[in-house]
């Protein structure tokens, strides 16, 4: 499973009123790996739980509350309003630390502090290097895909979880800010030597975009960091005119609501993106029209889609925009607003729902897809979702 030096849990709920909401557990789900080897265990539990049913502010006065006695103690307020938010039984409820919520912020405007590596750890416990960013400090020290990574600062990685890994390359333990250097113990066949590199500040990759025969444009949405609905559009406009989009959010954990809408925007002309519920207020998201209505479109989903990206499947799907290929989504529809705690620290509480345009709750039910592909190999899902584009193509 393979991972990168970005981020290690998740990181903001974007700024201003009602859509500063996220839909949480955003971004790698605390694995920091594109694969997210924690979201199974995550999901099976919570998947156990019932829903959290909407309506926040007496847990959120709760928290603030315990928070407030704590300091007024002499005590944590984070660590109280930990135990709080556990005791609230909120399933998505979670408590940061100042320094994580603006690393939340930081990893969802699309940049992290890092060298610019992904790893995987191997069988036998050994940490290996599976791709270098291109114009990163590990890419101008010559460090490249295979390289065994076998130290962080005179420290043994092997057999160490990537989280680990990741969080001794960001130098989460001392706040390590970019400019700052990391010594790296490497191997590549017998050659073993150290290379020492400085962090920088790196932009993610959260939208990718390559093209298929007969002109299909695949595109693969990472994240819902900022910028990514642009970017969509981007992709979109530049696509051929006869073409038809395989819009890929297999693994994709969420991110920023209004990116995920932008999205849509991209492939509706206007109209009902979701509807939500704030403390029992009911709100509305629309896409901007313009988007393109003609070309053929499949999203590919599977458990790992999840949050923001389940909204936009919800929209799609229930508009007839698009064939949703691949296994039901995991199932995360409830919205969390962030509450400022004495301290500095951020509590997150769950303070509704929101649902599809045709009314369906997401919820703790995922969205199931038109056609139900249960592949592990990733090009054979691709290539099945190429078979219904034809499909479509031939019904135009």
């Not at 990759?205 to 025969?213: E, G, M, N, Q, Y």
């Not at 729902?353 to 369906?360: A, F, L, N, V």
Request: overall charge negative; some cysteine.
């Amino acid at each position: 499973m393979s991972g990168r030096d970005l981020f290690c849990q998740p990181r903001r709920f974007g700024r201003g009123a009602a859509l500063t909401l996220v839909f949480a557990s955003v971004l790698v789900a605390g694995a920091a790996t594109s694969s997210f080897p924690d979201l199974d265990r995550k999901s099976a539990a919570g998947q156990a739980r019932s829903a959290v049913p909407a309506g926040r502010h007496d847990g959120k006065a709760a928290v603030a509350e315990a928070a407030q006695e704590a300091l007024a103690d002499g005590k944590s307020p984070m660590e109280a309003a930990e135990r709080a938010v556990s005791r609230s039984g909120d399933r998505w409820g979670a408590v940061y630390s100042q320094g994580e919520y603006q690393e939340f912020q930081e990893a969802l405007d699309g940049e992290y502090t890092g060298v610019g590596l992904w790893a995987r750890r191997e069988r036998d416990g050994r940490i290996e290097v599976t791709k270098v960013a291109s114009g990163s400090p590990a890419a101008a020290a010559g460090i490249r895909k295979g390289d065994r990574l076998r130290s962080v600062d005179g420290e043994d990685v092997d057999g160490q979880p990537v989280t680990e890994v990741v969080s001794l390359l960001r130098g989460d333990a001392t706040d390590a800010p970019a400019g700052t250097v990391v010594r790296l113990g490497l191997q590549r066949g017998t050659r073993a030597w150290t290379e020492t590199v400085r962090r920088a500040r790196l932009s993610t990759d959260s939208v990718t975009v390559r093209k298929l025969a007969g002109d299909i444009t695949v595109i693969k949405i990472a994240a819902f960091t900022k910028g990514v609905g642009d970017a969509v559009r981007s992709a979109v406009r530049g696509a051929p005119a006869d073409g038809g989009f395989i819009l890929d959010l297999r693994g994709n954990s969420g991110g920023l609501v209004t990116e995920a809408v932008t999205t849509a925007s991209a492939f509706l002309d206007g109209g009902l993106v979701a509807t939500y519920d704030v403390d029992g207020e009911q709100q509305a998201l629309h896409a901007d029209t313009g988007g393109d209505t003609t070309r053929p479109l499949v999203a590919l989903v599977d458990g790992g889609t999840m949050s923001a990206a389940e909204l936009l499947t919800g929209a799609l799907q229930d508009r007839g925009r698009a064939v949703v290929v691949g296994s039901r989504t995991f199932g995360k529809g409830s919205v969390q607003m962030p509450s400022p705690l004495p301290g500095g620290s951020v509590a997150e509480l769950t303070v509704g729902h929101y649902r599809t345009p045709s009314g369906r709750s997401v919820d703790g039910r995922g969205i199931t897809p038109d056609l139900d592909v249960q592949q592990a190999d990733s090009s054979a899902a691709v290539r099945r979702a190429e078979t219904v584009l034809s499909g479509l193509g031939d019904a135009d």
